[in-house]
Structure formats: C-alpha cells, structure tokens
C-alpha cells in the first residue's frame, strides 16, 4: 500500500528527470556555443562562402557548390575551368612604381624593368615566392613589346 504498487509515480518521474537533463544539456550547450563564439563563426563562414561563390561565378568557374552539402562536394562532378580562370588574367597591368621582369619563375635574374600600368599579358603560373616577407605566385608574363618572363603576381592587377 505504501509505494511498491504505484508504477505511475516512477514512470513520470524517470520522464521528469530524462526532460530534466536535455534541458541542462541544451543551456550547457548554448553556454559552450556562446563562450567560443561558435554561431558566430558559422555565421561568418556563410557569409565567405557566398562570396567566394559569387566571385568564382564572376570569373566564369564551373564549379558549382551547395549550401546545403555538408561535404563541400561539387553538386556536379566537374572539373574547375581553369581555362576561364587563365581567361580572366590575360590582361594584367603593373601597380606600383617598378617591378623586375624575371627570367625564370624562381625570381633569380631579372630580364628588365617594368613601370607602373605596363600592361601585360598572362601566359602561366610559376613557382611560389617569398619576396619582402611576401609569399606569392610568380606569373608568366609577355610585356607588350614581346618580352616574356616571370612577374611577382602581388604587384599585378587584373584589368
């Protein structure tokens, strides 16, 4: 009579505590989520993803993806055009006051030098260097009068 009979009390009770512990798991969890700025920095990846999307898609890359692809996998298996991306770059022009014209991609010799909006041509990627504490993509380069070589890319600018 005093408890042992009464299976209803344990059962909301065990239910009780169950909702009970989801609860405090979910404030913990908010709390975490809060105190390392989690949402925040997922936010922030959304907000670099549309823009990253928008400018593949200005510079005519095929490559589509989905938001919702947890994998970042492409939603078409297509290759990346790198064709349209070399498109894009064929018209370049310097935008600082000089810049050498390297004989190899390496940045060893230079062939000449270019001034400032010397207009270029791209033909190619070359080796990554560290120039000034600068690492960067040299380019392949023809000038306007013929001349072809190696041009630091951090200088170069996209017409």
Do not use: H
């Not at 809060?34 to 997922?42: M, Q, V």
């Not at 010397?118 to 560290?130: E, H, I």
């Amino acid at each position: 009579m005093y408890g042992y009979g009464n299976s209803g009390n344990f059962w909301g009770a065990a239910i009780g505590i169950i909702i009970g512990i989801v609860i405090v798991f979910l404030i913990c969890r908010e709390l975490v989520c809060w105190y390392w700025k989690i949402n925040k920095i997922a936010s922030l990846l959304e907000d670099q993803n549309k823009i990253l999307m928008q400018l593949l898609k200005n510079m005519g890359v095929s490559k589509s993806y989905s938001g919702d692809n947890l994998n970042n996998e492409p939603s078409e298996p297509n290759e990346v055009n790198v064709s349209s991306i070399n498109k894009s770059l064929e018209g370049m022009y310097v935008t600082i006051n000089t810049i050498p014209l390297k004989e190899d991609s390496n940045g060893d010799r230079t062939k000449c030098i270019l001034s400032e909006g010397a207009k270029l041509k791209y033909l190619g990627d070359g080796n990554s260097v560290t120039e000034n504490n600068v690492t960067a993509l040299m380019y392949y380069v023809e000038t306007e009068d013929g001349k072809k070589g190696y041009c630091f890319s951090k200088y170069l600018k996209k017409i």
